[in-house]
Structures are given as C-alpha cells and as structure tokens.
C-alpha cells in the first residue's frame, strides 16, 4: 500500500506571495492532519480534516488554511508569506473515525523556503 | 494545555550501550502515547505506539517503552543500539477517544551513535 504522499517536495517563495501544499493520504485514510516543523518550535500542529471538514485547529494565523475533496486528498495554503513561515509541513493520514487506536502515519513532507 | 516533554535534547552513545529516553506529558486523562522515529533524510515514521493493556509495548528494530500512569510518562527504551539507529526520536501524545484530536509532540531528542 502507498504511503502519504506530499507535492511539492521543496518550493522556495519569496515574502508576499501565497503557496498551495498538496497531500494525498494513504488509501482508505479520511483523516488528514497537517504539522508545521521547524528548528526551534519542533512540530506544531496546524489542522485536521475528516470528510472535507475542518474538525480542529490549532493556534495558527488565519493566513494558514487548508481544505479537504471528496477523494480524502488535502491542500494546505498559506497567504502573504513570512520569513518565518520557512519550515518543513507534514501531512498525516489516518483511517479517520476517531475510534480509539487511532494512529497518524506521516508524509515525507513539503520544505518551504521563503526569501 | 497538553505538552510533552523529553528531557534530553542530545544523547551519545557508543555501539550495544544501552539506551533510555526519557518523556513527559501534562494532561490528566486518558491518553494515546506514540514514539516517531526520524532517520536522516527520512520521513517520520512510528516506532510504536500505546493505546490500552500491557504498559510495556514493543516496537520495530528491538525499541520497546513503558508506560507509567502515575508518573505520566513513556520512556524508551532499547537495551543494545546500533550506529543505524542514528536519528531523532519524538514523543507524541493525543486525547484518547476523540475524533479529530491533535498529536502534541515533544521538541525531540537527537541520538548519534559511534561505531
């Protein structure tokens, strides 16, 4: 079975701009979770996705968003870039119902840069 | 708030010492425990996970951890490493049977290993 897929794998932007992130979970996942990791934050969670509904988010700017389609696949865009905004986003699937052996099981990541 | 903490930023070690990591977490209810582990130029993958029963779960490449409730911590551990097993390790906790709910992880624990 494929692993989690995620396109761009490395995309260098300038301040200002907006960037789109794709992802494609592992087949039969509906859940998809997005992480924003970077050096000295470590991994911090930005959204999850069940069904093409946002079911929670973490404490990101409105600048951060992201969608879910009807075929479980994600996109993550981040709006009017910051230098700060440069960092490795990790996309997660997992099956998605919220039963309670739940496990993510992540992407190889996208590597933003932004100059 | 949830938080995970892993007290050791860098660890070394010289081959077939024995390994132990140590990790925290803050939340008083049941939780859902992970190990990621993250190769160099790998993407994160799970090393074992916790859910419910026996506290001591094994996981892949002879890793097992402990999970202690009063003391509301997972630790690693793995009695012999390997210079493969060169890498970061993150601890990762969720709320357990809550759809949706975040992984919160640990800022990671470095270990280099010296043939």
Redesign the interface.
């Known amino acids: 079975k494929a692993g989690v897929t995620q396109t761009p794998r490395y995309l260098i932007k300038t301040r200002g701009q907006q960037v789109t992130l794709s992802c494609s979970p592992i087949s039969g996942h509906r859940s998809v979770s997005w992480y924003q990791q970077t050096p000295g934050q470590g991994l911090q969670f930005l959204f999850e996705y069940f069904s093409e509904t946002q079911r929670n988010k973490g404490n990101f700017p409105g600048r951060f968003s992201g969608r879910q389609f009807s075929n479980s696949r994600s996109e993550m865009n981040v709006s009017t870039l910051e230098l700060g905004d440069s960092a490795l986003y990790l996309c997660a699937s997992s099956l998605g119902p919220g039963g309670s052996e739940e496990t993510q099981y992540f992407g190889p990541g996208t590597r933003l840069l932004v100059l | 708030a949830q938080s995970v903490s892993q007290h050791n930023h860098h660890v070394i070690l010289s081959e077939a010492a024995s390994l132990e990591l140590g990790c925290n977490y803050s939340y008083g209810g049941t939780v ?1 425990l ?1 190990w ?1 582990v993250q190769y160099p130029g ?5 090393l074992l ?1 916790y ?2 029963g026996d506290p001591l779960v094994k996981g892949i490449k002879g890793f097992e951890a402990e999970f202690i409730k009063s003391k509301f911590s997972f630790n690693l551990r793995k009695p012999s490493v390997q210079w493969s097993d060169t890498a970061e390790y ?1 601890c ?1 906790v ?1 709320r ?13 624990t470095t270990l280099s290993v010296s043939s």
Do not use: D, M, P
């Not at chain 2, 790998?42 to 799970?46: E, F």
């Open positions: 859902n992970f990621y790998q993407h994160l993958q799970l996970k859910f419910s993150f990762a969720r357990a049977n809550q759809a949706g709910t975040a992984l919160i992880f640990g800022k990671g």
